[in-house]
């Protein structure tokens, strides 16, 4: 019988396993992330649970959250109201868990609504939320194509890492990702800019007065790709991650 060499982990894998899991999963010849393999991720200061059924919380994506709890911690301090913060795509529930744990003193004055198309990612979100956070956080979950199930509510701060890859770039990625993340959370249309256009068309319907939305976007995306929103007044910075890539998108309507 032939053998399949196993499998050699890096050392940030090997790091996670032995972090992670029990000795005989360093003996297997899959391709999948270590993450899928030990069913665990690490997000900012905390481990989430993840299957194949969601994306792996990516670093950038901690720097996402750093600049949307900026922008809450602002808007707590001159609001007299619940602020309310909607994520489209929440995929494990990384981004808004990472808000709220952090915003813990916060809650009364805080409402979460975190969506997603795929009801496995947002089975898996809530069960995060709920062993991290407990019962009582101010979470709600939302199965939601974009927004077609959030009317009548509107927010004051919208975030989303909608699936950015162009298409023709998945069969390119490594073999770990395209072979074992999830397409629906990976693939972004032509441009990979399908989606967030198809958000921002949509958005304006749930935007409180003086809004934002964050997002994060692929390292192709630039001020082009945001020229009908801005021809219509809106404001677009677009900022870099700390590799030097362009990575987010910081909008609001004009008052
Ligand atoms: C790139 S992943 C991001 C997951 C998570 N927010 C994170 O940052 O790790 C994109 C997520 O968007 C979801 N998604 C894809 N199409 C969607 C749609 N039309 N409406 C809502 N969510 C969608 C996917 O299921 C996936 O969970």
């Not at 981004?95 to 709220?100: D, F, P, R």
Request: proline letters at 5%.
């Amino acid at each position: 019988m032939i053998q399949q060499p196993q499998r050699i982990f890096s050392p940030r894998e090997q790091t996670h396993l032995a972090r992670f899991s029990a000795d005989p999963l360093q003996k297997t010849t899959s391709t999948a992330p270590v993450e899928y393999l030990t069913g665990k991720a690490e997000f900012y200061d905390f481990v989430l649970d993840v299957n194949d059924s969601v994306l792996i919380p990516r670093i950038e994506t901690e720097e996402l959250v750093a600049s949307i709890m900026k922008a809450i911690s602002e808007k707590l301090a001159s609001n007299s109201v619940k602020l309310r913060v909607l994520e489209v795509g929440t995929g494990s529930g990384a981004i808004t868990i990472a808000l709220a744990k952090q915003l813990e003193a916060k809650w009364s004055q805080l409402q979460f609504v975190a969506a997603d198309i795929s009801q496995s990612a947002l089975t898996l979100a809530q069960k995060n939320c709920e062993q991290l956070l407990g019962t009582a956080a101010p979470v709600t979950f939302v199965k939601s194509n974009l927004l077609t199930n959030i009317q009548s509510q509107t927010f004051d701060i919208i975030v989303a890492n909608l699936p950015y890859i162009p298409s023709s770039r998945i069969a390119t990625l490594d073999e770990g990702v395209k072979d074992h993340e999830p397409l629906l959370a990976l693939d972004g249309g032509l441009d990979g800019f399908a989606l967030i256009a198809r958000l921002l068309d949509t958005a304006p319907a749930v935007l409180a007065e003086n809004a934002q939305i964050f997002l994060e976007l692929d390292h192709t995306h630039s001020l082009k790709n945001f020229e009908p929103y801005s021809k219509l007044g809106w404001q677009v910075a677009l900022s870099r991650d700390q590799a030097g890539h362009t990575r987010f998108a910081q909008l609001s309507l004009p008052v």
